[in-house]
């Protein structure tokens, strides 16, 4: 099976963006099954251009870019792997609960319009957790797909 063979038959979860930061910048422990799943192609990150676009931005700021270069990393490193490892989706309709924070709707829209689980480690998002398990999306679930 190839990559993109692998990446079409994964099981997509949207990811928000402090968890990609996780993943391929700060390299967090409690996202190393995570990556692994990432990596083999058991899951999949669905994303839309305007997530890439916001993980491009936010790797502009000042103490993320300080932590690129304590890393050795370059933005286009970060984009590289999230280039590498997610599915393009097309913007998600407004999903029938909202988030306090409108930066973080477009998560819960492409996860509620999708049915896939949700990884974020964002308060804004952690509180709707009833809500968004009344649309069908799990928030944040334990169990990483075995290898």
């Known amino acids: 099976m190839t990559s993109s063979e692998a990446i079409q038959t994964a099981q997509p979860w949207v990811i928000d963006t402090n968890i990609v930061l996780d993943l391929w910048l700060f390299e967090d422990p409690a996202t190393v099954p995570l990556r692994a799943a990432l990596q083999s192609g058991r899951i999949s990150h669905l994303a839309t251009r305007s997530m890439r676009d916001e993980l491009e931005r936010v790797l502009t700021y000042p103490h993320i870019v300080k932590r690129m270069a304590k890393s050795s990393l370059q933005a286009q490193d970060i984009l590289n792997r999230f280039d590498q490892h997610h599915v393009r989706a097309e913007p998600a309709d407004k999903a ?47 169990d990483i797909p075995a290898q």
Not at 102 to 107: A, E, I, L, S, T
Not at 112 to 141: E, F, T, W, Y
């Open 96 to 142: 029938p609960c909202t988030c306090k924070d409108p930066d973080d709707q477009k998560f819960i829209d492409l996860a509620v319009a999708h049915g896939v689980p949700l990884l974020s480690k964002d308060a804004a998002i952690l509180c709707m957790k009833k809500r968004l398990s009344q649309s069908g999306v799990v928030l944040n679930p334990s």
